[in-house]
C-alpha cells in the first residue's frame, strides 16, 4: 500500500505573504545547495496559470535508496498558487519510484479537514501530522541552527516573534497553513515499506526546516514585490549551472 500523509504547517504571516516568502527560501535554498557538481539545473520555466518549472536536482536524501552511478532526480513543479504540485521521478527505477506532493494554502489555523479536495479512498488512508515549527524534536540530529530558531527571531519589519510561547498558533496574526500531501510509491519487493518512511520522514525534516528558515528570514523577503522575486529567480537560475561546477560554499549571503 502507497504511504500517503498530509502534513500542516502553520505560519505567522498572511497567504499572501507566503507566495513571496516560500519563492525567496526555494531561491535561497537552491543556491545553498548547488555546487561541487551537484545541486539544482533549471530546465524550463514556463506560464501555467501563475508558472511552470522543470528542474532536475540530487539532494542529499535521495542519495541514500539511490543506486551508485544513477544520481538524478527529475523535478516537475505546477504553481498556480495557492494550489501547488510537485512531482519527483527517478529515471534510473522508471515507473517505481515517484513522490508526488500536494499543497494548499490556506487562511486558517489547520482546521480544514480536507484542503485539497481529496477523493473517499484518498481520505480512507491518508495520515494526518502536524509539524510546530518552534519544535525542535521536528528537527533530525544535526539540523538545528539557532539562527533559524522561531522561538528566539524577532523581525524588525514586522515586529513578529519570537515565536516563544506553547500557544502561539492558536493566537497569532496574521496566520495561514500549508496543507501538503505527500505520496511516496517506491515499488520495489522487499524494500517497499522501509524506503517509503525513510522518505516521509526524510521530508517531514525538511518541511520543519524549510519552514523555520522561512520564519527566520522574514526581514529579508517582506515587503519583496513578486517582479522583484521574478527577476531574483533568473538571476539565480543563470547562476546555478555556474555553481554546479564550482566547489559549495558553506554560505551564501542574501541579505
Same mark, same amino acid.
Given at each position: ?10 505560519? %505567522? ?20 545547495? &548547488? ?14 496559470? %501563475? ?22 532526480? /527529475?523535478?516537475?513543479?505546477? @504553481?498556480?498558487?495557492? /494550489? ?10 522508471? +515507473? ?8 494548499? /494554502?490556506?487562511?486558517?489555523?489547520? &482546521? +480544514? ?20 515549527? *518552534? @519544535? ?9 541552527? !539557532? ?10 519589519? &514586522? ?10 498558533? !492558536? ?11 505527500? *505520496?511516496?510509491? =517506491? ?10 518512511? #525513510?522518505?516521509? +520522514?526524510?521530508?517531514? %525534516?525538511? =518541511?520543519?526546516?524549510? /519552514?523555520?528558515?522561512? #520564519? ?5 523577503? =517582506? ?33
Amino acid at each position: 500500500m502507497v504511504l500517503v500523509k498530509e502534513y500542516r504547517i502553520t505560519n %505567522n504571516c498572511t497567504v499572501d505573504e507566503y507566495r513571496i516568502a516560500q519563492l525567496y527560501a526555494v531561491a535561497k535554498m537552491s543556491m545553498n545547495e &548547488t555546487g561541487g557538481g551537484e545541486g539544482v539545473e533549471v530546465i524550463k520555466n514556463e506560464p501555467y496559470d %501563475n508558472e511552470k518549472g522543470k528542474g532536475h536536482r540530487i539532494p542529499a536524501w535521495i542519495r541514500a535508496v539511490a543506486p551508485k552511478g544513477s544520481l538524478e532526480l /527529475h523535478e516537475e513543479a505546477w @504553481n498556480a498558487y495557492p /494550489h501547488c504540485l510537485t512531482v519527483l521521478t527517478f529515471p534510473y527505477l522508471g +515507473t517505481r519510484f515517484k513522490v508526488v506532493t500536494e499543497t494548499m /494554502h490556506l487562511a486558517d489555523r489547520a &482546521t +480544514t479537514e480536507n484542503a485539497l479536495n481529496l477523493e473517499a479512498d484518498i481520505l480512507a488512508v491518508r495520515q494526518v501530522e502536524s509539524i510546530s515549527v *518552534t @519544535n525542535d524534536k521536528e528537527l533530525s540530529n544535526g539540523t538545528y541552527k !539557532e539562527s533559524e530558531d522561531p522561538k528566539l527571531y524577532k523581525a524588525s519589519k &514586522t515586529a513578529r516573534g519570537p515565536l516563544s510561547a506553547e500557544d502561539w498558533a !492558536e493566537t497569532c496574526e496574521p496566520v495561514m497553513t500549508c496543507y501538503k500531501l505527500l *505520496t511516496v510509491e =517506491f515499488n520495489y519487493w522487499g524494500l517497499q515499506a522501509m524506503v517509503e518512511k #525513510f522518505i516521509h +520522514t526524510t521530508m517531514r %525534516n525538511v =518541511f520543519a526546516v524549510f /519552514h523555520r528558515q522561512l #520564519f527566520c528570514d522574514t526581514d529579508a523577503w =517582506f515587503g519583496m514585490t513578486i517582479e522583484e522575486l521574478r527577476a531574483m529567480e533568473d538571476e539565480t537560475a543563470k547562476n546555478l549551472l555556474d555553481k554546479r561546477n564550482q566547489e559549495l560554499p558553506s554560505k551564501i549571503d542574501f541579505s
